[in-house]
């Protein structure tokens, strides 16, 4: 019996991993918050991975890419809220995934004529996961396999030990507080999520903090990066910032309406804690596998990362019946 | 001196507008005025997708090309005005897929041309010719309404009547009159090419798709259009079944993803289709009365792509008149 614990991006794709590679696993999913209250639903969901400084995997990217690229071919794209958009962004260096996104270039003279304040751009085509629907696309997959899901805050992990013998822990920022993470810190973000149907480019500035993403029925702009702010309350300050910043990267952006405004906490960490645990209290075991700290690229890597997780559930699992074989003789 | 502007349609009132932007401070006596029977939503222009995007082939028409070039570049002006939103008027990427051809006479005016990387072929498998670009949409549901209001704002007034013949009373006459001319002056290279199109409610495609051995297209805007048929000498502005399931397993067939989409509006249009656009200068005579006529229709199916360059073409030739012309004259009767 294993239990995911945690229901945003990376929460559902493990388990759904899981399900898939795994047809004796018995699994479940607890979590606090379901979507639309996750992290995950304040991020756009674009797919283009930050250059992180830890030694984490680009693999995990490509894996991402290929895997939502054979769905946004199919009929479930729609559902699933994946599309493609196109991207112009003034920035300088050749990122490492500039062959797994579509059609990298750089643009033209004519192009960024748009852009007065910049000198180099690139553009190419990605992809994006529209949260809600992408989450609610996953539950509704996981729903069809008979994987139950139950909101419930744990707040340790020793309370799961007597009805499950795996416990994976996609709890993002809240790893912090559930298993005293003290390298995992949030990087707070404000968006704006704003109607305004007639962008359907994205445009990203070079330092990645001013952005326009467009998605299925609201474009999200955004945005901020606060290390080390807990606060979830959207700051008033900071909107006008971003409305300012993103209307002069694209001024039509000035007659945009119903304007939302967001707060999540990007799970940080020098790289994502990616590995198995075994906790140990009076003679009880407990098998943990972690899965947390994606920060800014959750949705960047998040089948990658899943399906690692995956993988490390299979060997926990492998490592108990060696066990129990082991305990009868 | 006054200027009648037969057609209310993308090339009537942007000609109206060129022309007061033009000579409303230069010439004292100028009163443009514009007359219709059918106005927005209900023109030719208002079914159309808006996608700035000529033919493949320029048909040897190298000012036609120019034309273009310049309707572009007035857009792409106008872009990061805040008038944008509300002329209907923004950026759109999007695919064209084609069985053979070589590259088209734009391709140096659109933004980022390019043919498809190998990987982006998985997406259109059976096309040999496969190009990418980020060109322009106007929507013609937004831009009509948008110049109507600018005219009126100068002071230009419309009238909603049907013009029976050229020779009534005006100085010049702008003839915009699209696929309908030939009711004012037989023009046998004036055809219709019927058009039938579907809008569906399809937020995620944001690019817009075009094939062109079977005809349909995927155009995008608020809605999705696809749809696209082009049938010559059709007259029958009625929405056609058989037409609409075509359109609609072609258009399922390129992007799957369109089951999903809710049908919004079914709409047929006749675009006026001539071997080039007929824009020049005619005299007029019938009897006593004279009249300086500029027709400028025939447009088929680039009018949105082609509008400024021709507007502005035309407000050059309204200007030979004016040099020819007394500035004084008697009051002319109302038409």
Known sequence: MQVVVGAGVIGLSTALCIVETCPSCSVTVLSEQFSPNTTSDVAAGMLIPHTYPGACNPQWFKETFTYLFAISNSAEASEAGIHLVFKNTPKEELPFWSDVVLGFRPMSEAELQKFPQHQFGQAFTTLKCDCPPYLLWLEKRLKATGVQMYTRKVADLWELHSEYNIVVNCTGIGAHQLVGDKKLFPVRGQVLKVNAPWVKNFIRDGDGITYIYPGIHRITIGGTREKENWNLSPDPGTTKDIFDRCCSLEPSLQGAQDIKVKVGLRPSRQCVRLQREVLSQGGVKLLVVHNYGHGAGGFSVHRGTAKEAARLVRECIAALQGTSSRAKL | ?335
């Open chain 2, 1 to 335: 001196m006054r200027v009648a502007v037969i057609g209310a349609g993308v090339i009537g009132l942007s000609t109206a507008l060129c022309i007061h932007e033009r000579y409303h401070g230069l010439v004292p006596s100028l009163e443009v005025e514009v007359y219709a029977d059918r106005s927005t939503p209900h023109t030719t222009s208002d079914g159309a997708a808006g996608l700035w995007q000529p033919y493949l082939s320029d048909r040897g028409n190298l000012q036609e090309t120019l034309w273009n070039k310049e309707t572009f570049d007035y857009l792409l002006g106008h872009l990061g005005s805040p008038a944008a939103k509300e002329m209907g008027l923004f950026l759109i990427s999007g695919y064209n897929l084609y069985a053979a051809v070589p590259d088209p006479s734009w391709k140096n005016i659109v933004l980022g041309f390019r043919n498809l990387t190998p990987k982006e072929l998985e997406l259109f498998p059976g096309y040999s010719y496969r190009w990418f670009n980020t060109a322009l949409m106007l929507e013609g549901r937004s831009y009509l309404p948008w110049l109507t209001q600018r005219l009126m704002q100068r002071g230009v007034k419309f009238f909603q009547k049907k013009v029976e013949s050229f020779q009534e009373g005006v100085d010049v006459v702008i003839n915009c009159t699209g696929v309908r001319a030939g009711e004012l002056q037989p023009d046998p290279e004036l055809q219709p090419g019927r058009g039938q199109v579907i809008k569906v409610l399809a937020p995620w495609v944001k690019h817009f798709i075009i094939t062109h051995d079977i005809g349909s297209g995927i155009y995008n805007s608020p809605y999705v259009i696809p749809g696209g048929i082009n049938q010559h000498g059709n007259w029958n502005e009625e929405n056609n079944a058989q037409d609409h399931k075509t359109i609609w397993e072609n258009c399922c067939r390129l992007l799957p993803t369109l089951q999903k989409a809710k049908i919004v509006e079914e709409w047929s249009g006749l675009r006026p289709a001539r071997p080039r656009v007929r824009l020049e200068r005619e005299t007029v005579r019938h009897g006593q009365f004279q009249a300086e006529v500029i027709h400028n229709y025939g447009h088929g199916g680039f009018g949105i792509t082609i509008h400024w360059g021709c507007a502005m073409a035309a407000a050059r030739l309204l200007g030979t008149i004016l040099q020819e012309q007394p500035l004084a004259g008697p009051p002319q009767p109302r038409l």
